[in-house]
């Protein structure tokens, strides 16, 4: 239990500065003088830095003991944490969110690798349900939280409301983290590390520029994208020749974590996807100040946390089937319900709509995870959680650059049917043309999930958890 609190409590504060900080974006153009894209570069550098680190965690986890990489992971934290609330410009501030994002991509794997070794599997649902309270109510909290702090005293305080809780986390894991892993100390291929950076950092480099100003059409666009899918290519030949891989895609061979990973990513673009879309039409569309739209997402968020613990224990009685399909049905019918939002919509229906998408999102996420990663054997954990939380911020940036260039492409289009395109008057049936037809690609999407849904089948695990090592 101390083990699971202190990296629950890190966990928590990494993701809330993640998304609090969308919320504090506009704020940050006025008091900075930076333009929307700049800004987003704040998002896109967080991202970007988990891209690059998050494949090599599964190397790390065999090199350091896990008492190690926990306070590496938090001093980093703590660090970029103090560098950001001390920010005086946009650089300063850059930096610092990439020194914060150094913390969170070692403490993500250590958090999953260290509760998939202690905790048995017959357990291991309700244990990932408490992870997912964490990873789900974070974000949801942070824009109301922000918004409030905003409004009363400054974007700084963002990042000194996190400190302390940091510190916390930092003093208990110092007392009580145990080393759970064995150090094996793999030799370490420079290639696949290079090869593996390139990749992944050039694909969300690639897909967030194209969702800032650039459009899909420029060169650094497409430059980065065939970069980032040679250099994979090219990683994942090397991997498959090695005696000892970087990442050992040999967990790809097991075909429920394959559906596992196909659904934590499909389930990644839906929810960051909307996270970004609707926040952006609640204070664009409808006129509400960032507090309101924060306070309009925190009961979804809060559902959606609570529904995780719960979602767990029902994952150990009956398996993933029963909760996975309801679930994308639950998402695609919400997403179609989303798809006619307009200035007519209220505050009841788009908070209903909200949390039926969060309700759906619980039963989908972690059971799909779990059973997938039960199947791999305990040698391949690390490779697996690698392989899933790496995907996770690949399809975060996708999810997120694709949405937000269908919002612009709808916008112009509806533009390009109106007489005067520069009358005020049609601006905003516009954005609200783009916002719908955004929220279709998210309904394309959960149902290709619900199609490969019927796929899923539930994982027996035959090895035991593992007893911490001292």
Not at 82 to 103: D, K, Y
Request: hydrophobic share 55%; charged share 5%.
């Amino acid at each position: 239990m101390p083990i699971l609190i202190s990296l629950l409590l890190s966990g928590f504060i990494g993701m809330f500065s993640e998304t609090a900080l969308n919320v504090a974006l506009s704020d940050l153009m006025n008091v900075l003088q930076i333009t929307p894209s700049t800004a987003q570069w704040l998002t896109t550098a967080y991202l970007l830095t988990l891209g690059i680190l998050v494949p090599i965690s599964g190397l790390l986890l065999q090199w350091f003991t896990t008492r190690q990489l926990f306070v590496a992971a938090l001093i980093f934290s703590i660090l970029g944490t103090f560098l950001a609330a001390i920010s005086p410009n946009f650089e300063f501030l850059l930096t610092a969110r990439v020194v914060q994002a150094m913390g969170t991509s070692l403490l993500l794997p250590l958090m999953f690798n260290t509760i998939l070794v202690i905790i048995p599997a017959e357990k291991r649902g309700a244990a990932m349900g408490m992870i997912g309270l964490v990873i789900m109510v974070a974000p949801a909290i942070g824009p109301t939280i922000a918004g409030l702090l905003i409004e009363s005293l400054s974007w700084h305080w963002i990042f000194w409301l996190s400190l302390p809780f940091l510190v916390i986390a930092l003093l208990f894991g110092i007392v009580y983290m145990q080393n759970v892993t064995e150090v094996t100390k793999p030799k370490i291929d420079v290639l696949s590390i290079i090869l593996s950076s390139l990749g992944f950092g050039g694909i969300v480099f690639g897909f967030s520029s194209a969702g800032e100003a650039e459009g899909w059409g420029s060169p650094k666009v497409i430059f980065s994208i065939i970069v980032g899918v040679v250099a994979l290519l090219l990683f994942v030949i090397r991997q498959n020749t090695m005696k000892k891989p970087m990442i050992n895609l040999r967990a790809f061979k097991y075909p429920m974590f394959v559906v596992g990973v196909a659904m934590v990513f499909i389930c990644m673009m839906v929810i960051l996807s909307s996270m970004l879309i609707l926040p952006m039409y609640l204070q664009q569309g409808q006129g509400y100040t960032a507090f309101k739209a924060g306070l309009l997402l925190l009961p979804g968020g809060l559902i959606n946390g609570l529904m995780s613990p719960i979602m767990g224990r029902l994952f150990d009685k009956y398996g993933p089937k029963w909760l996975v399909i309801p679930g994308l049905v639950i998402v695609a019918v919400t997403l179609w319900f989303f798809s006619s939002i307009n200035a007519a919509s209220t505050v009841a229906f788009i908070i209903v709509l909200h949390s039926a998408l969060m309700i759906g999102v619980s039963m989908i996420f972690m059971p799909a995870q779990t059973n997938g990663i039960n199947q791999l054997p305990m040698e391949l954990y690390p490779d697996g959680t690698a392989i899933m939380n790496t995907l996770q911020q690949v399809a975060g940036a996708i999810g997120t650059a694709l949405a937000v260039s269908i919002m612009t492409a709808g916008s112009k289009n509806y533009l390009k049917g109106v007489d005067n395109p520069a009358d005020p008057a049609n601006l905003l049936p516009a954005f609200t043309q783009g916002v719908q037809n955004a929220f279709i690609f998210g309904l394309i999407m959960s149902v290709v999930g619900l199609i490969l849904a019927f796929f899923i089948r539930r994982v027996i695990v035959q090895h035991k958890a593992q007893a911490p090592m001292h």
